[in-house]
C-alpha cells in the first residue's frame, strides 16, 4: 500500500512538472508573436528611422573595404538612339517654322535642333534623316549653300537615298536653279520610279527646262495623255506662252474631249483678256525674286503648278 502511494505521489509531480513545462512554452510562443507585432509596427509606422539605420549598415556592410562610391550622376549616359534625336530635332525645328518660337527662342530652337541632328549623326553616320534635318535647318536660316552642302554630304554618304535627291531637287527648284534641279530629281525618280510625287515634279523641273515632249513623256507616267497635255499648257499659260499652251489644250482635248478643265483654259484663253487674278498678282513678284524662302520640305510634299510659279509652301518636319 505505502508503495502505490509513492508512485502516485511520483506520478502526479511528473504530470505537474509538464503542466508547467507546457505553460512554459506557449508563454515563449506567445510572447515571440508579440514581439514580432510589436517590431513590425515599428518598421511600418513610427520605425523609419530604425529601418534606415538597418538599410545602412548593409550598405556598409555590402560595401568592400577600399571601394571607390560613384555618385549616380557620375555614372556614364546612355547614347541615345540617333532616331530619338532626329525626332527631337524635328519639334525644335518645328516650333522654328510653325511661328510658335519667336525671337530669341526661335534661335535656341534651331541651335538645339541642329545639336540633336548632329547627335544623331554621332550614332548613326549614315542616318539621312539627321542630313536632312540639318540642311533644313540652314534653309530655314536663309542659308541656301549651306542647306544644298548638308544634302550633298547625306548623298555621299548614302547615293541611293531617293527621298534626299527629291528634297535637294525642291531646294534647287526654289533657287530657280532648274538644270540641277533637273538632275536631282531625275536621280530620285530613277530610284523610285513608281513615286508619283518625284515623277510630277520632274516633269515640271523639264517643262521648265523647255524639254516639252520629254515632260509629256514623264507625266504620261503617272496620268492619262489628255491631262499631261493640260499640266503642260497651265505652266505655259502662266509663262505667257499663250499660243504654245493653245495647242497643248488642243491636243489634251484630243485625247479626252470630256476633259473640262481643260475646255475652261481654252475658253479663257480664246475669250476677252480679263483683269488678273489675285493668284496671278501674287505670283508676279514671286517669279522674279531669286530669293530662298526660309522654309523645310520633307519627302512627301507633293508639288503642282503653282509651286513652281509661286513660292513654294511651307512645309515643316512632321514631328513624331
Given amino acids: 500500500m505505502e508503495c502505490r502511494i509513492a508512485i502516485s505521489r511520483q506520478n502526479a509531480k511528473t504530470q505537474k512538472d509538464e503542466a508547467a513545462l507546457a505553460s512554459l512554452h506557449l508563454g515563449a510562443r506567445s510572447f515571440e508573436r508579440a514581439r514580432l507585432v510589436i517590431l513590425s509596427g515599428l518598421l511600418f509606422s513610427g520605425g523609419l528611422g530604425c529601418t534606415q539605420q538597418r538599410q545602412t549598415i548593409i550598405n556598409k556592410d555590402a560595401v568592400p573595404p577600399g571601394a571607390k562610391i560613384v555618385k549616380a550622376e557620375d555614372l556614364p549616359k546612355r547614347t541615345p538612339k540617333a532616331e530619338t534625336s532626329v525626332n527631337i530635332g ?72 531617293a527621298p534626299l535627291w527629291y528634297e535637294m531637287g525642291i531646294c534647287q527648284a526654289r533657287r530657280r536653279d532648274w538644270p540641277a534641279a533637273q538632275n ?29 515632249e520629254d515632260s509629256i513623256a514623264c507625266f504620261k507616267r503617272i496620268m492619262d495623255e ?26 489634251a482635248l484630243q485625247a479626252n474631249p ?41 519627302p512627301n510634299v507633293g508639288l503642282d503648278i503653282d509651286d513652281f510659279t509661286n513660292d513654294l509652301p511651307q512645309t515643316p518636319p512632321t514631328a513624331n
Fill in 184 to 212: 536631282s530629281l531625275s536621280k530620285a525618280c530613277d530610284l523610285q520610279p513608281d513615286n508619283h510625287v518625284f515623277v510630277k515634279a520632274l516633269a515640271f523641273c523639264q517643262a521648265k527646262n523647255g524639254r516639252y
Fill in 90 to 161: 524635328n519639334m525644335r525645328l518645328l516650333a522654328a517654322m510653325d511661328g510658335s518660337a519667336q525671337g530669341a527662342q526661335r534661335e535656341w530652337s534651331l541651335e538645339d535642333a541642329r545639336k540633336f541632328y548632329n547627335q544623331a549623326l554621332k550614332t548613326d553616320p549614315k542616318c539621312m534623316e539627321a542630313y536632312s534635318g540639318l540642311a533644313q535647318v540652314e534653309l530655314t536660316c536663309g542659308n541656301y549653300e549651306g542647306g544644298i552642302a548638308y544634302y550633298q554630304k547625306g548623298l555621299a554618304v548614302d547615293a541611293k537615298h
Fill in 226 to 251: 489628255g491631262q499631261a497635255h493640260y499640266n503642260l499648257a497651265r505652266l505655259l499659260h502662266h509663262e505667257n506662252q499663250d499660243d504654245l499652251s493653245r495647242l497643248h489644250l488642243h491636243m
Fill in 258 to 298: 470630256k476633259l473640262t478643265v481643260a475646255q475652261d483654259l481654252l475658253a479663257r484663253l480664246d475669250g476677252p483678256p480679263s483683269a488678273p487674278s489675285s493668284a496671278d498678282v501674287a505670283a508676279a513678284p514671286a517669279a522674279n525674286s531669286g530669293t530662298v524662302p526660309n522654309v523645310g520640305v520633307g
